[in-house]
């Protein structure tokens, strides 16, 4: 039984959260070297707990087609859908309470739906004894895609620098332009440490990554493939498989920081003066507000060396919108 498919238990209080597995044969699992049993690697894989972002659901199930259970070397659980109501009704939050999921992390088992939900996902996913969580998201129509790495503020000294530093490595071996999540102040106030990987990365202090990739509320075949590649190169440098990664054509090699970008002062359209991806230094004009009249307003610039990782997803902007999400040079 290569695949398994599996549930979720909430026990009739929520959604059914479907989970596949992709197991090798019996005959191969966790073999024995040299006299001692090796564990080979956990992997799991989630998707679409923003349930506007549909990019996970997709790679989940074309990961559990085309992962070869003969030759995997490891153990891949998949998770399209950590939010299936929010998928239906194309919310990013839980769609009776209108709460994140994704900032509830670990969640509370006599708690709302929504925590009772988010406990009975991580209690699964912790009750697979995982070595990586990798949580697929989308961001934007005008992005490139990226990776993600948690801050382990839970942890000090040598044990913090080793965990960040093996997530930094998977992170790498997706082939996709990584980002540093935003400094330890803003990354707690934003409640990151409650994500998903947050969780995973600060309470089992296991590595967690997140991909984020294509547009919101479709599944976009192309992002889909980013996403399943960028999974392919981790389960490649964990040696679940063969093949090694490849470098994504958009990416960016440096290191850089998730930074929420300037903001306009400005009321008007948003036009994007740069591509995502490409450098720019300190003062370069990312975007330009323009009247409808043709007037340029404002012209937005870079607060410091970098580059655009996603422009807004709007065309009009107001005072104190941020125009993009800007990948900041460390
Ligand atoms: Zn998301």
Known sequence: MPRVVSRVDQGGRGPDV??????????RRNPVVGGARVREPVVI??????????????????????????????????????NPDGLERRTRRHPDEDVDLNRLFPGDASGSAAERLVAAVWKDIGGRRPDLVIDIHADAPNA????????????????RTALE???????????????????????????????????VLNRMQI????????????????????????????????????????????????????????????????????????LVGRGDVLAEVRSLGGVVLERVRASGDGFVVSFAERAH?????????????L
């Open 207 to 278: 590595p967690a990554i997140t991909i984020e990739a294509g547009p919101r509320l479709v599944l976009d075949r192309a992002a889909v493939e980013v996403a399943v590649q960028a999974v392919r190169g981790v389960l490649s440098a964990l040696g679940l498989r063969d093949g090694a990664a490849v470098d994504h054509a958009s990416r960016v090699d440096g290191a850089f920081r998730r930074d929420s970008g300037p903001r306009a002062s400005a009321a008007g359209l948003l036009v994007a003066a740069v591509s995502p991806g490409a």
């Open 144 to 159: 490139i895609p990226y990776v993600l790495t948690d801050r382990a503020t839970s942890l000090r000294g040598a044990a």
């Open 18 to 27: 479907p989970v596949i597995t992709v197991l090798p044969p019996p005959e």
């Open 45 to 82: 894989v989630t998707g679409n707990v923003h349930g506007d972002e549909c990019t996970g659901a997709g790679a989940c199930l074309q990961l559990a087609e085309e992962l070869d259970s003969a030759l995997l070397r490891g153990e891949v659980h998949l998770y399209p859908s950590l």
């Open 317 to 329: 902007v107001v005072s104190g919108v941020p125009v993009c999400t800007f990948g900041f040079a």
């Open 165 to 199: 530093a093996s997530c930094q490595r998977l992170a790498r071996s997706t082939g996709l332009t990584v980002l540093q999540d935003y400094p330890d102040e803003q990354y707690t106030r934003y409640r990151m440490d409650r994500s998903l990987t947050g969780a």
